[in-house]
Protein backbone atom coordinates (compact mmCIF):
# COMPACT_ATOMS: atom_id res chain seq x y z
CA UNK A 1 0.00 0.00 0.00
CA UNK A 2 0.98 3.45 -0.27
CA UNK A 3 2.48 5.27 2.97
CA UNK A 4 2.07 9.46 3.24
CA UNK A 5 4.07 10.94 5.46
CA UNK A 6 3.13 14.67 5.78
CA UNK A 7 6.18 16.80 7.06
CA UNK A 8 6.25 20.75 8.04
CA UNK A 9 7.31 23.56 10.52
CA UNK A 10 4.63 23.65 13.29
CA UNK A 11 1.36 22.66 12.90
CA UNK A 12 0.72 22.36 9.11
CA UNK A 13 1.01 18.95 8.43
CA UNK A 14 -1.47 18.28 11.91
CA UNK A 15 -3.59 20.54 10.56
CA UNK A 16 -3.71 18.83 6.59
CA UNK A 17 -4.44 15.04 8.10
CA UNK A 18 -7.03 16.35 10.06
CA UNK A 19 -9.09 18.14 6.61
CA UNK A 20 -8.29 14.99 4.80
CA UNK A 21 -9.96 12.85 7.41
CA UNK A 22 -12.87 15.71 7.46
CA UNK A 23 -13.01 14.56 3.20
CA UNK A 24 -11.97 10.60 3.19
CA UNK A 25 -12.81 9.22 6.49
CA UNK A 26 -10.36 6.82 7.13
CA UNK A 27 -6.43 8.36 6.75
CA UNK A 28 -4.20 5.53 8.79
CA UNK A 29 -1.82 5.42 5.95
CA UNK A 30 -1.27 9.25 6.42
CA UNK A 31 1.35 10.13 8.87
CA UNK A 32 2.37 13.13 10.45
CA UNK A 33 6.11 14.66 11.94
CA UNK A 34 6.51 18.24 12.89
CA UNK A 35 9.71 20.60 13.61
CA UNK A 36 8.99 22.61 16.36
CA UNK A 37 11.49 25.71 16.97
CA UNK A 38 13.35 24.09 19.74
CA UNK A 39 13.60 20.77 18.42
CA UNK A 40 17.30 19.25 18.74
CA UNK A 41 16.92 16.16 16.45
CA UNK A 42 16.78 16.48 12.78
CA UNK A 43 13.02 15.84 11.07
CA UNK A 44 14.87 13.12 8.74
CA UNK A 45 15.62 11.22 12.08
CA UNK A 46 11.79 10.92 12.50
CA UNK A 47 11.08 10.08 9.11
CA UNK A 48 13.38 7.39 9.38
CA UNK A 49 11.88 5.63 12.76
CA UNK A 50 8.49 5.83 10.92
CA UNK A 51 9.41 4.53 7.57
CA UNK A 52 10.65 1.56 9.56
CA UNK A 53 7.43 0.69 10.76
CA UNK A 54 6.19 0.09 7.36
CA UNK A 55 5.55 -3.46 5.30
CA UNK A 56 8.56 -4.00 3.42
CA UNK A 57 6.10 -3.68 -0.03
CA UNK A 58 4.90 -0.19 0.84
CA UNK A 59 5.66 2.93 -1.61
CA UNK A 60 6.25 5.99 0.64
CA UNK A 61 5.95 9.27 -0.01
CA UNK A 62 6.69 12.44 1.99
CA UNK A 63 5.48 15.98 1.48
CA UNK A 64 7.34 18.67 2.40
CA UNK A 65 6.18 21.99 3.38
CA UNK A 66 8.08 24.34 1.35
CA UNK A 67 11.24 23.66 -1.09
CA UNK A 68 14.55 24.19 0.80
CA UNK A 69 13.18 24.94 4.22
CA UNK A 70 15.74 22.81 6.68
CA UNK A 71 12.44 20.16 6.86
CA UNK A 72 12.82 19.62 2.98
CA UNK A 73 16.37 19.85 2.90
CA UNK A 74 16.65 17.10 5.68
CA UNK A 75 14.62 14.84 4.21
CA UNK A 76 15.61 15.15 0.66
CA UNK A 77 19.59 14.35 2.60
CA UNK A 78 17.49 10.95 3.96
CA UNK A 79 16.39 10.05 0.07
CA UNK A 80 19.78 10.51 -1.03
CA UNK A 81 21.68 8.68 1.14
CA UNK A 82 19.53 5.51 0.36
CA UNK A 83 16.25 5.74 1.80
CA UNK A 84 13.10 4.33 -0.26
CA UNK A 85 11.07 7.69 -0.16
CA UNK A 86 9.88 9.93 -3.08
CA UNK A 87 10.14 13.54 -1.66
CA UNK A 88 7.35 15.99 -2.99
CA UNK A 89 8.13 19.65 -1.71
CA UNK A 90 5.36 22.71 -1.08
CA UNK A 91 2.25 20.13 -0.13
CA UNK A 92 -0.85 21.52 -0.49
CA UNK A 93 -4.53 19.57 -0.48
CA UNK A 94 -4.69 19.14 -4.00
CA UNK A 95 -1.54 16.74 -3.71
CA UNK A 96 -2.42 15.14 -0.56
CA UNK A 97 -5.63 14.71 -1.26
CA UNK A 98 -4.71 12.39 -4.28
CA UNK A 99 -1.56 11.13 -3.13
CA UNK A 100 -4.11 9.80 -0.29
CA UNK A 101 -6.58 7.96 -2.43
CA UNK A 102 -4.13 6.97 -5.16
CA UNK A 103 -4.47 2.93 -5.33
CA UNK A 104 -1.02 1.29 -5.19
CA UNK A 105 2.69 2.75 -6.05
CA UNK A 106 2.58 5.43 -8.39
CA UNK A 107 4.29 5.37 -11.88
CA UNK A 108 6.94 8.34 -12.63
CA UNK A 109 4.24 9.94 -15.26
CA UNK A 110 1.48 9.21 -12.67
CA UNK A 111 3.12 11.40 -9.86
CA UNK A 112 4.19 14.26 -12.39
CA UNK A 113 0.59 13.99 -13.23
CA UNK A 114 -0.50 14.61 -9.71
CA UNK A 115 2.27 17.45 -9.24
CA UNK A 116 1.18 18.97 -12.22
CA UNK A 117 -2.70 19.02 -11.38
CA UNK A 118 -2.00 20.10 -7.77
CA UNK A 119 -0.51 23.52 -9.14
CA UNK A 120 -2.97 24.14 -11.15
CA UNK A 121 -4.98 23.87 -7.77
CA UNK A 122 -3.06 27.71 -7.07
CA UNK A 123 -6.05 29.97 -8.94
CA UNK A 124 -6.09 33.42 -8.83
CA UNK A 125 -10.42 33.12 -8.45
CA UNK A 126 -10.77 36.23 -9.28
CA UNK A 127 -9.03 35.97 -11.97
CA UNK A 128 -9.28 32.36 -13.15
CA UNK A 129 -7.30 31.26 -16.15
CA UNK A 130 -8.17 28.17 -18.57
CA UNK A 131 -4.83 25.61 -18.25
CA UNK A 132 -4.39 24.95 -21.82
CA UNK A 133 -4.03 20.98 -21.09
CA UNK A 134 -5.21 19.63 -17.97
CA UNK A 135 -3.77 16.82 -16.74
CA UNK A 136 -6.14 13.76 -14.90
CA UNK A 137 -3.95 12.17 -11.73
CA UNK A 138 -5.69 9.17 -12.98
CA UNK A 139 -6.26 7.46 -15.93
CA UNK A 140 -10.38 6.82 -16.46
CA UNK A 141 -11.63 3.46 -16.85
CA UNK A 142 -13.06 4.54 -20.03
CA UNK A 143 -12.20 7.12 -22.67
CA UNK A 144 -15.43 7.99 -24.05
CA UNK A 145 -15.61 6.29 -27.37
CA UNK A 146 -19.24 6.45 -27.77
CA UNK A 147 -21.97 4.53 -26.41
CA UNK A 148 -24.43 4.51 -23.65
CA UNK A 149 -23.24 6.12 -20.52
CA UNK A 150 -21.85 4.04 -17.56
CA UNK A 151 -23.55 6.05 -14.72
CA UNK A 152 -21.02 5.48 -11.68
CA UNK A 153 -22.46 7.37 -8.99
CA UNK A 154 -26.10 9.27 -8.45
CA UNK A 155 -25.31 11.44 -5.55
CA UNK A 156 -26.87 13.33 -3.24
CA UNK A 157 -24.94 16.57 -1.61
CA UNK A 158 -26.36 19.87 -0.90
CA UNK A 159 -22.52 21.15 -1.50
CA UNK A 160 -22.49 19.83 -4.78
CA UNK A 161 -18.87 19.89 -5.59
CA UNK A 162 -16.84 19.76 -2.36
CA UNK A 163 -13.82 18.04 -1.48
CA UNK A 164 -15.63 14.86 -0.93
CA UNK A 165 -16.97 14.48 -4.84
CA UNK A 166 -13.93 16.21 -5.67
CA UNK A 167 -11.18 13.87 -4.63
CA UNK A 168 -12.20 10.88 -3.37
CA UNK A 169 -15.38 10.15 -5.28
CA UNK A 170 -14.67 10.94 -8.42
CA UNK A 171 -11.11 8.84 -7.82
CA UNK A 172 -12.65 5.73 -6.57
CA UNK A 173 -15.51 5.82 -9.33
CA UNK A 174 -12.86 6.82 -12.33
CA UNK A 175 -15.89 9.80 -13.36
CA UNK A 176 -14.75 11.13 -16.59
CA UNK A 177 -17.88 13.60 -16.52
CA UNK A 178 -19.69 14.97 -13.82
CA UNK A 179 -23.13 16.43 -14.05
CA UNK A 180 -24.50 18.91 -11.36
CA UNK A 181 -28.39 18.71 -11.08
CA UNK A 182 -29.45 21.68 -9.19
CA UNK A 183 -32.23 24.31 -10.41
CA UNK A 184 -30.55 27.39 -8.24
CA UNK A 185 -27.37 26.82 -9.01
CA UNK A 186 -28.03 26.54 -13.45
CA UNK A 187 -29.57 29.38 -13.39
CA UNK A 188 -26.76 31.84 -11.49
CA UNK A 189 -23.45 32.77 -13.32
CA UNK A 190 -21.56 32.84 -9.94
CA UNK A 191 -22.45 29.69 -8.76
CA UNK A 192 -21.65 27.69 -12.48
CA UNK A 193 -18.53 30.13 -12.26
CA UNK A 194 -17.63 28.67 -8.69
CA UNK A 195 -18.02 25.04 -9.20
CA UNK A 196 -16.14 25.35 -12.60
CA UNK A 197 -13.17 26.24 -10.48
CA UNK A 198 -13.45 23.26 -8.30
CA UNK A 199 -13.43 20.35 -10.91
CA UNK A 200 -10.85 18.49 -11.01
CA UNK A 201 -8.64 18.54 -13.63
CA UNK A 202 -9.21 16.32 -17.07
CA UNK A 203 -12.86 15.82 -15.86
CA UNK A 204 -16.04 17.30 -17.82
CA UNK A 205 -18.57 19.38 -15.92
CA UNK A 206 -22.23 20.32 -16.56
CA UNK A 207 -24.76 22.41 -14.59
CA UNK A 208 -28.21 22.00 -15.48
CA UNK A 209 -31.48 22.60 -14.24
CA UNK A 210 -33.72 18.82 -14.22
CA UNK A 211 -35.37 20.13 -17.40
CA UNK A 212 -32.01 19.85 -19.05
CA UNK A 213 -30.46 17.08 -17.46
CA UNK A 214 -33.80 15.15 -19.10
CA UNK A 215 -33.41 16.40 -22.30
CA UNK A 216 -29.51 15.17 -22.75
CA UNK A 217 -29.77 11.94 -21.45
CA UNK A 218 -29.83 10.77 -25.37
CA UNK A 219 -27.22 12.29 -26.08
CA UNK A 220 -25.76 11.56 -22.88
CA UNK A 221 -25.87 7.94 -24.13
CA UNK A 222 -23.73 8.19 -27.23
CA UNK A 223 -20.30 9.25 -25.42
CA UNK A 224 -19.70 6.16 -23.79
CA UNK A 225 -18.14 8.01 -20.53
CA UNK A 226 -18.48 7.06 -16.75
CA UNK A 227 -21.10 9.76 -15.76
CA UNK A 228 -21.58 11.25 -11.92
CA UNK A 229 -24.66 13.11 -11.35
CA UNK A 230 -24.79 15.10 -8.06
CA UNK A 231 -28.01 16.29 -6.98
CA UNK A 232 -28.41 19.47 -5.42
CA UNK A 233 -31.63 18.62 -3.14
CA UNK A 234 -34.24 15.53 -2.89
CA UNK A 235 -36.90 16.89 -4.28
CA UNK A 236 -34.88 17.67 -7.90
CA UNK A 237 -33.49 14.34 -7.35
CA UNK A 238 -36.90 13.05 -7.00
CA UNK A 239 -38.07 14.57 -10.05
CA UNK A 240 -35.38 13.26 -11.95
CA UNK A 241 -35.51 9.89 -11.26
CA UNK A 242 -39.52 9.57 -11.86
CA UNK A 243 -38.51 10.58 -15.49
CA UNK A 244 -35.18 8.77 -16.01
CA UNK A 245 -35.08 5.66 -13.19
CA UNK A 246 -31.59 4.80 -12.14
CA UNK A 247 -30.34 1.32 -10.07
CA UNK A 248 -29.41 3.39 -6.83
CA UNK A 249 -28.48 6.84 -5.42
CA UNK A 250 -26.33 7.71 -2.54
CA UNK A 251 -27.24 10.44 -0.16
CA UNK A 252 -23.92 12.06 0.81
CA UNK A 253 -24.76 14.79 2.38
CA UNK A 254 -27.82 17.38 3.42
CA UNK A 255 -27.70 20.31 5.34
CA UNK A 256 -29.42 20.37 8.88
CA UNK A 257 -32.16 22.52 9.43
CA UNK A 258 -35.24 23.32 11.47
CA UNK A 259 -37.74 19.88 11.80
CA UNK A 260 -34.65 17.78 10.12
CA UNK A 261 -32.80 14.99 11.89
CA UNK A 262 -30.32 12.57 10.24
CA UNK A 263 -30.89 9.53 8.03
CA UNK A 264 -28.53 6.72 7.43
CA UNK A 265 -25.88 5.44 9.58
CA UNK A 266 -23.73 6.79 12.47
CA UNK A 267 -22.53 10.14 11.86
CA UNK A 268 -24.35 11.04 9.15
CA UNK A 269 -24.65 13.85 7.17
CA UNK A 270 -27.79 13.87 5.71
CA UNK A 271 -30.61 15.61 7.59
CA UNK A 272 -34.49 15.45 6.03
CA UNK A 273 -36.94 16.83 7.80
CA UNK A 274 -40.79 15.78 6.92
CA UNK A 275 -41.25 16.83 3.59
CA UNK A 276 -38.03 15.37 2.33
CA UNK A 277 -38.20 12.67 4.34
CA UNK A 278 -42.00 11.65 2.06
CA UNK A 279 -39.42 12.46 -1.20
CA UNK A 280 -37.16 10.13 -0.46
CA UNK A 281 -39.68 7.41 0.16
CA UNK A 282 -41.38 8.41 -3.13
CA UNK A 283 -37.61 7.23 -4.22
CA UNK A 284 -37.66 4.14 -2.68
CA UNK A 285 -41.28 3.62 -4.02
CA UNK A 286 -40.16 3.96 -7.79
CA UNK A 287 -38.03 0.99 -7.16
CA UNK A 288 -34.37 3.07 -6.36
CA UNK A 289 -31.97 1.72 -4.44
CA UNK A 290 -31.57 4.14 -1.69
CA UNK A 291 -27.95 4.14 0.64
CA UNK A 292 -26.36 6.82 3.23
CA UNK A 293 -22.79 6.91 2.32
CA UNK A 294 -20.11 9.87 2.97
CA UNK A 295 -17.34 8.48 1.47
CA UNK A 296 -15.87 5.79 -0.45
CA UNK A 297 -14.00 4.55 2.52
CA UNK A 298 -16.69 5.04 5.12
CA UNK A 299 -19.37 2.40 5.96
CA UNK A 300 -22.25 1.97 3.34
CA UNK A 301 -25.93 2.17 5.19
CA UNK A 302 -28.95 0.82 2.73
CA UNK A 303 -32.01 2.56 3.85
CA UNK A 304 -35.75 0.80 3.24
CA UNK A 305 -37.64 3.19 4.41
CA UNK A 306 -38.01 6.88 5.79
Known amino acids: MNQIILASHGGLAAGARDTLS ?26 ERLVTTFDEGDAVYVCTDMLGSSVNNSVVELMNNGAKITVI ?3 NMPLVLSLAVAQGPLSAEELRAIVREARAGL ?6 EEPASPASAKKRAVAGKGGKANIVLARLDY ?14 VAAQRIIVVDNEAANDNIKKGALKLAKPAGVYLNVYTVEKALSKMDKLNTLGENVMFVFGNVHEMLEFLTAYKLPEVNLGAAANHDGAEPVGGKDSSVFFDAAEKADAQKILDLGVRVYEQQTPTQPRTDITAF
Not at 159 to 172: A, D, E, I, Y
Open 159 to 172: RLLHGQVVFSWVNS
Open 22 to 47: MVLGDVSNVHVVTLARDDKEPIAAEV
Open 123 to 128: VNCGEP
Open 89 to 91: SGM
